[in-house]
């Protein structure tokens, strides 16, 4: 049986030791420390009691005050600090994984890697380090490579557990859908069959891209996406992507709103043959100076006014807003004055939208361009086949939504940095896109439910930490974890996240 037992050193400070007897003899089992105060003893005795308690399991004659006692208190003098982790936020984003099933299609590593994205974005070489600091993870990224084939088979696996969380989780019902793409540059100047220079909405121009559309619903939340080589043109990405996301939802009738771009008669009559409804932003300054006339004539720049005229394209809707006005003259001025300050300074010249080739006279403000822009100030059009039954400004409040897609792609290029892309071979530029699909469904979940951005969310995530310490006389390592604020809780309760 052990026994504490205090004695006085030389030095006058008192020792506290576990004794045995052996043969009436006494022997010092372990040296636990000396203290001077009444407060260094009595915490020297409390970690005898817990090394009694662990090492020998011989219970003492006030057990539970005992353990009080052992559990509560560790002097830092034996102690040791081992580092923090980020467990919490691991822990957090695992769990919204589970929610959209992610698991039950693809391995830990790959949840792992979308979980580090949302949290810093990096180069695979980079989030593997990162794994491994944040969290103790270790994957060897040659199995990455090695399961590129997999992950990309399970591409539109993970685009119907995405759907599916949609129609759960936000009552999404395949009637509207938002539509629209970007481009995504590589760190490289050598093209191929699918990385091509095009026009950039980067402003790289001159790096290989390959173009990305995706699909949301009216909160913004992606239900689905497709790439295509750098130099297709955008207005021939729609109906494929259309007609493949009906095709794998057995959607029979849905709208489809996006910008004029998309906007061909061979794109509305392929809508027209699948029986899908559409909302498309109409690129007005096309019209002829006759029709412009009489749009303008007919709203009188009446703040909401609107006005339908059959076209081609379908019907065209105009509507007039003040606000729109004013911002519309201020640019026309602006682009006027440059016109005119490039008649004064031929040399300079550039093109601009108000001038014209005059022959020998050389430039001249284009009289006909000026009255068409001066007439449409304020007025924005949108065409669609949409009937009579739906009013104008449904119509144009669902045109108005378009702005989630765009905001999903900022999302996706400013807070996950989908690029540029680091990336040559076709299979890993696909998974790389499915991380990031991945990581954005997660992303604008964060965003709907807490009202908060990510970035904001997983600062306030990072802060919980786990401080690891380590008992130098029990060898055992304790884990002390950051006090939780009122705010975080709340995050997680709208989250719907156990904890």
């Known amino acids: 049986m052990y026994h504490i037992r205090t004695t006085k050193t030389a030095s006058g400070a008192i020792a506290v030791q576990i004794v045995r007897y052996e043969n009436r003899k006494l022997i010092v089992v372990k040296h636990i420390g000396s203290g001077h105060t009444a407060d260094e003893i009595l915490g020297l005795r409390h970690y005898a009691e817990k090394w009694i308690l662990e090492f020998s399991k011989q219970q003492g004659l006030f057990d539970e005050e005992t353990k009080t006692h052992t559990s509560q208190l560790i002097g830092l003098d034996k102690c040791r600090y081992l580092g923090i982790r980020y467990t919490f936020i691991y822990d957090v984003l695992r769990s919204l994984t589970a929610k959209f099933k992610f698991l039950s299609c693809v391995d830990t590593l790959l949840l792992d890697l979308v979980i580090i994205r949302l949290i810093e974005?990096?180069?695979?070489?980079?989030?593997?380090e990162l794994l491994k600091e944040y969290f103790n993870i270790k994957h060897r990224r040659q199995i990455f490579y090695e399961k590129l084939p997999y992950y990309c088979a399970n591409k539109n696996t993970i685009e119907k557990l995405v759907t599916d969380f949609a129609v759960k989780e936000f009552s999404f019902d395949y009637s509207i859908v938002f539509y629209d793409v970007t481009t995504l540059y590589f760190e490289s100047f050598k093209s191929d069959a699918l990385r091509k220079p095009g026009f950039s909405k980067d402003g790289k121009s001159n790096q290989p891209q390959i173009i990305v559309g995706l699909m949301v619903n009216n909160l913004g939340f992606p239900v689905g996406y497709e790439m295509f080589k750098g130099n297709k043109f955008e207005g021939h990405t729609m109906i494929p992507v259309i007609k493949d996301f009906c095709t794998k939802n057995n959607v029979e009738t849905m709208t489809v709103v996006t910008d004029a771009a998309m906007i061909s008669i061979e794109n509305i009559e392929a809508l027209k043959t699948k029986k899908l409804s559409y909302i498309v932003g109409a690129r007005t300054a096309n019209l002829s100076i006759v029709q412009i006339r009489k749009i303008a004539a007919h709203l009188r720049r009446r703040d909401g006014a609107t006005i339908?005229?059959?076209?081609?394209?379908?019907?065209?809707?105009?509507?007039?807003?003040?606000k729109r006005e004013s911002k519309d003259r201020h640019e026309m001025e602006k682009q006027l004055k440059k016109a005119k300050f490039y008649l004064k300074n031929p040399a300079l010249m550039k093109k601009t939208r108000f001038l014209k080739f005059a022959g020998k006279n050389g430039f001249e403000i284009n009289?006909?361009?000026?009255?068409?822009?001066?007439?449409?100030?304020?007025?924005?059009g949108y065409y669609t086949n949409l009937g009579q039954e739906i009013e104008d400004r449904i119509v144009i409040g669902h045109y108005k939504n378009l702005w989630h897609v765009e905001q999903a792609f900022r999302i996706a290029k400013n807070d996950l940095e989908t690029r540029p892309i680091y990336h040559s071979k076709k299979e890993a530029i696909?998974?790389?896109?499915?991380?990031?699909?991945?990581?954005?469904?997660?992303?604008?979940y964060i965003e709907i439910k807490t009202d908060k951005s990510l970035k904001h969310v997983i600062r306030k995530f990072m802060k919980i930490t786990d401080a690891d310490?380590?008992?130098?006389?029990?060898?055992?390592?304790?884990?002390?974890?950051?006090?939780?604020?009122?705010?975080?809780?709340?995050?997680?309760?709208?989250?719907?996240?156990?904890?």
């Open 121 to 128: 974005p990096a180069s695979k070489l980079q989030s593997f």
């Open 308 to 322: 339908r005229i059959q076209t081609k394209h379908g019907t065209l809707i105009c509507s007039f807003s003040a």
């Open 367 to 380: 009289k006909e361009v000026k009255e068409k822009a001066k007439l449409l100030l304020g007025i924005k």
């Open 430 to 444: 696909s998974v790389h896109l499915l991380i990031c699909f991945m990581a954005l469904a997660i992303s604008k």
């Open 469 to 499: 310490i380590l008992d130098t006389l029990s060898q055992k390592v304790f884990t002390m974890r950051s006090q939780i604020p009122p705010e975080v809780f709340d995050y997680l309760s709208r989250l719907e996240v156990p904890y």
